[in-house]
């Protein structure tokens, strides 16, 4: 048994689970408690509605990524497949800072359109919201098993991981345009 496949093994054997549960908790709990803090009362010397414009751009990004990614597994191609998939957390991680920074600033946007558009939004909202807190722990789970090699039990949960990530990323970009003009 060589060098790397020692290392390869004890990849192999960790178990992140853990990390994955109590990190998707915190994440999820800090953006909750957001919605709950008055908006920033300081002066600011820029406009803060960019940044909604930027989670926007990251969701965009994270869509089209993702996409790419499994285009290149279907054609197994697994290196560039992994690029894609850590493109795709980068600008997810990139989301997450804006989106916080975003929130922590100001108060929440409240949509002014019609009644029709109203249910529409809040359905697309909702799903949205729902299936990103799922996301966190289905996608850091599918990394990991991706990482450490467990190729099979990584394929099982990231069938269920990349349509409920591309949904999450493509809705992002859709709850922003319903919501701009309102900022």
């Given at each position: ?27 999820v709990s800090i953006i909750t408690l957001l919605f709950f803090l008055p908006g920033y009362d300081g002066h600011l010397d820029f406009d803060v509605t960019i ?36 493109a795709a957390f980068g600008s997810t991680t990139l989301f997450l800072i804006s989106y916080v920074i975003y929130h922590f600033l100001t108060e929440p946007a ?74």
């Amino acid at each position: 048994m060589g060098k790397d496949d020692g290392r390869n093994k004890l990849l192999k054997e960790r178990n992140y689970t853990p990390f994955i549960i109590v990190f998707s908790i915190v994440l999820v709990s800090i953006i909750t408690l957001l919605f709950f803090l008055p908006g920033y009362d300081g002066h600011l010397d820029f406009d803060v509605t960019i940044f909604p414009l930027l989670n926007a751009i990251f969701n965009c990004f994270t869509f089209i990524v993702l996409l790419l990614a499994l285009y290149a597994i279907k054609k197994r191609n697994i290196p560039l497949h992994r690029s894609f998939i850590f493109a795709a957390f980068g600008s997810t991680t990139l989301f997450l800072i804006s989106y916080v920074i975003y929130h922590f600033l100001t108060e929440p946007a409240k949509f002014g359109g019609g009644d029709t558009m109203k249910y529409i939004y809040f359905f697309v909202l909702i799903t949205h919201v729902s299936l990103a807190i799922i996301n966190v722990p289905l996608a850091l789970i599918s990394v990991t098993r991706g990482l450490n090699m467990q190729v099979e039990r990584h394929r099982k949960i990231a069938r269920w991981t990349m349509p409920v990530w591309l949904y999450v990323s493509f809705t992002g970009v859709i709850v922003y345009l319903l919501i701009s003009p309102y900022y």
